[in-house]
């Protein structure tokens, strides 16, 4: 029988590790904007953010948004939009993401109050989604497909 591994790169998927956090969260490591950043990998979040605090970091032009944030216990948080940016999460890469800007002081509290590091953003379906990604929860990776 063929591994998981074996059989998805055969169908043009890559292997990218996740590492597990004191939290439970699954990390990941991406370029923004050819930046290196640490992010929480998010199923249930809609969209891939970052934290006000990275907007310079990350080179990220801003603008204002209609779209309030929500999760891990905090609701109706302002946000900006920052379009056309570059994303690379290993040999994956798309230029024009769309990312939600909005305060991640909490999220990065929960997670050093754990004894985790605390992350620049959120990784979250809209890329998921785009990349068929496929999550191996007993390996501690995500498979995405390149184009």
Known sequence: MTS??????????????????GTNHFEITAKINGVKGRFILDTGA????????RIELFNLTSKES????AGAGATN???LVSTKNRIKIGDWKKKKLKIVLFDLVHVNEALTAHKAKPVDGII?????????????Y??????????
């Not at 809609?46 to 605090?53: A, H, I, P």
């Not at 209609?66 to 944030?69: H, L, T």
């Not at 007993?138 to 184009?147: A, E, N, P």
Request: hydrophobic content about 40%; overall charge positive.
């Open 4 to 21: 998981l591994k074996k059989f998805l790169q055969r169908k043009n998927y890559i292997k990218i590790p996740l590492v597990l956090t």
């Open 77 to 79: 948080m302002e946000t």
């Open 124 to 136: 979250g379906a809209d890329v998921l989604k785009k990349t068929k990604a496929i999550i191996d």
């Open 138 to 147: 007993g390996k501690s990776c995500v498979y995405l497909k390149k184009k």
């Open 46 to 53: 809609s969209n891939t953010c970052v934290g006000f605090d």
């Open 66 to 69: 209609k779209i309030k944030a």
